[in-house]
């Protein structure tokens, strides 16, 4: 087990470089085995989700060479081979192997997807788009086996329930090489999503629409990338470090941004009373003077992240006066970082999935549990800002999907180590 641990309470300055976004990252190193050519992706952070999928791959015989942030992914003797196990589990993401082995090989035996405990995150509508392009999908002794009918997968309408991120991915890779026409209702809009249908129609496919609620996928036969593709800038990354620049920053730019992608997140921050500046791919957070009290409502996109409730919390707490509000209407479950917040003092409670927020004045140094990866963000920003050391446990869950965050919490001027226990 990896800890974290900060003695906070000093004013951070400086630069931070955002690194690539960790949920397109994720999707496309498993849609890279839909092409027949070798795989280039820019942009890569360095985070153990990414060494996780390369394991996987590496058990179907595909190679992979990662250098600083760039990962060469050769599928060209790709084995198909059953994804059961622990290595399934450690990260939610290994359900695309799902979609992507589907549309290479007309079959998939993948585990159980574990990943964080943010309440129940089921996975029927993945099933149902899998279904819809005439696949058959049985559980099996922990194990999903799906498998397509001997002439192949097909073109269908597929209406989801709800703008599922990792059913409309899934549904993308499995019908890109189907026959026929497929048309995906109610997808979701995150621009994850129109990374992943660059990627894919720079290989070849055609899908029009990413980024919309209607998706279009005409079928073709194969895929094969031809140069590389650069992954967008982190969002859910670079609004932490906005937050964490708000609690306790004296002056901080945070490069290689899309601001639009940060739209609603730095509505809600700037309501608050935080000054930022924005350019075209980088902003500046002011120290932040006196704060406003807000509510704050989870939305799929283009609203409020869910990724961005948890590190948003610490700063409500810098708050002068009233009671924020924050509610989770993606996962009203997320809450595991309000009981390590309260064992560093901050006033907060949790009623009928309502985060109830109080400004606190100091926080104290604890020991605590990132039992998740956004939760830990917000212990993380708590630590930086409370007087004394804070030893985070499980700090493995910040590692999977924040970007060398040791080395640029340093840069900044901040006092945090991260040691094996
Ligand atoms: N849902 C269903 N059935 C399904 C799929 C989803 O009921 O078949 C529900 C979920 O339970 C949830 C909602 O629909 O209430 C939205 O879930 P979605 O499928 O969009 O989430 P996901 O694909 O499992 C991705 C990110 C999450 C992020 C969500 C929402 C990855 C690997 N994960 O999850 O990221 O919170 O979209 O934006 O891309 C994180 O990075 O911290 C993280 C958890």
Redesign the pocket.
């Known amino acids: 087990m990896k800890q974290m641990i900060i003695h906070g309470g000093k004013p951070l300055k400086g630069d931070v470089w955002i690194g690539g976004a960790?949920?397109s990252t994720?999707?496309l190193i498993p849609a890279s085995i839909l092409s027949r050519t070798m795989v280039t992706l820019e942009g890569v952070p360095r985070i153990s989700d990414v060494d996780n999928l390369m394991d996987l791959l590496s058990e179907m015989n595909v190679q992979c060479e990662f250098k600083q942030t760039t990962l060469k992914i050769d599928p060209a003797h790709i084995k198909m081979s059953p994804l059961p196990g622990d290595k399934i589990k450690s990260?939610?993401?290994s359900?695309?192997f799902m979609g992507a082995l589907l549309g290479r090989f007309g079959k998939a035996i993948v585990g159980f997807p574990g990943?964080?405990d943010?309440?129940?995150?089921?996975?029927?509508?993945?099933?149902?788009g899998f279904e819809a392009l005439g696949a058959t999908v049985r559980n099996q002794n922990e194990q999903i086996i799906i498998t397509s009918p001997e002439d192949g997968l097909h073109g269908a309408h597929i209406p989801l329930?709800?703008?599922?991120?990792?059913?409309?991915?899934n549904i993308i890779m499995a019908s890109v090489t189907a026959r026929g026409d497929t048309v995906i209702e109610n997808a979701?809009k995150?621009p994850?999503i129109i990374d992943l249908a660059t990627f894919l129609n720079n290989m070849g496919a055609v899908i029009r629409g990413a980024g919309t609620e209607t998706i279009r996928i005409q079928g073709v036969p194969k895929i094969s990338a031809k140069a590389p593709h650069t992954i967008i800038p982190d969002r859910?990354e670079a609004g932490t470090y906005v937050a964490l620049a708000a609690c306790v920053g004296d002056g901080i730019k945070i490069h290689n941004i899309i601001a639009e992608h940060l739209d609603s997140f730095l509505a809600k921050v700037e309501e608050m009373g935080v000054v930022i500046d924005t350019d075209e791919d980088s902003l500046f957070v002011y120290p932040a003077g006196d704060l406003k009290m807000i509510q704050v409502r989870t939305e799929?996109?283009p609203g409020f992240?869910?990724?961005l409730q948890q590190p948003i919390t610490p700063l409500l707490l810098t708050a002068k006066t009233g009671e924020g509000v924050v509610i989770d209407n993606?996962?009203p479950k997320r809450v595991r970082h309000i009981p390590e917040l309260q064992r560093m003092g901050a006033d907060l409670r949790v009623e009928d999935n309502i985060i109830l927020v109080h400004p606190t004045a100091h926080l104290h140094g604890a020991h605590v549990q990132a039992d998740?990866?956004?939760a830990g963000a917000a212990l993380m920003i708590a630590g930086l800002m409370a007087d004394g050391e804070t030893c985070i446990d499980d700090a493995d869950n910040i590692l999977r999907?924040y970007d060398r965050v040791e080395m640029k919490l340093r840069k900044l001027g901040a006092d945090v180590k991260i040691v094996e226990r």
Not at 118 to 128: L, T, V, Y
Request: proline share 9%; hydrophobic share 35%.
């Open positions: 960790k949920n994720v999707a990260l939610r993401a359900y695309y990943g964080d943010i309440g129940p995150r089921p996975i029927d509508q993945h099933i149902k329930a709800m703008p599922s991120v990792g059913a409309t991915m979701a995150e994850e859910i799929p996109y992240a869910t990724d993606i996962y998740e990866i956004r999907g």
